[in-house]
């Protein structure tokens, strides 16, 4: 079973920055994408940024030139740094691995998100 987890949420103030981490760990036969979403209660879940066979980005409108998208193919791992919050990027960030299971069959997995609160 393929799992995410998620950390470095937290409280900021407007302009701050933050960096968010992900790791997946369990059996798969590759990662083929990962990105970050975020979400309010209630609200629907948008993208923020996705990492496309590891190096081409792309980025939601609001984030773009704020916030940068990486990854450690050795670590499993990918990074959202974030720069210059806005008390508007205030949500749940999720994060999420396309991949390629042990049999050859696509899917996807999620995290259980971490809270980025941007306030003074």
């Known amino acids: 079973q393929v799992r995410l987890v998620e950390s470095g949420g937290g409280l900021v103030q407007p302009g701050g920055a933050l960096r968010l981490s992900c790791v997946v760990s369990?059996?798969?036969?590759?990662?083929?994408?990962m990105g970050w979403y975020r979400q309010l209660p209630g609200g629907p879940r948008e993208l923020v940024a996705i990492?496309?066979?590891?190096?081409?980005?792309e980025y939601a409108y609001s984030v773009k030139g704020r916030f940068i998208i990486t990854s450690d193919n050795a670590k499993n791992a990918a990074y959202l740094e974030m720069n210059n919050l806005r008390p508007e990027d205030t949500d749940v960030y999720y994060c999420?691995?396309?991949?390629?299971?042990?049999?050859?069959?696509?899917?996807?997995?999620w995290g259980q998100g971490t809270l980025v609160t941007v306030s003074s």
């Open positions: 369990g059996s798969f036969f590759s990662i083929d994408k």
């Open positions: 990492l496309l066979n590891g190096y081409r980005a």
């Open positions: 999420k691995a396309h991949y390629t299971s042990d049999y050859g069959a696509y899917a996807h997995a």
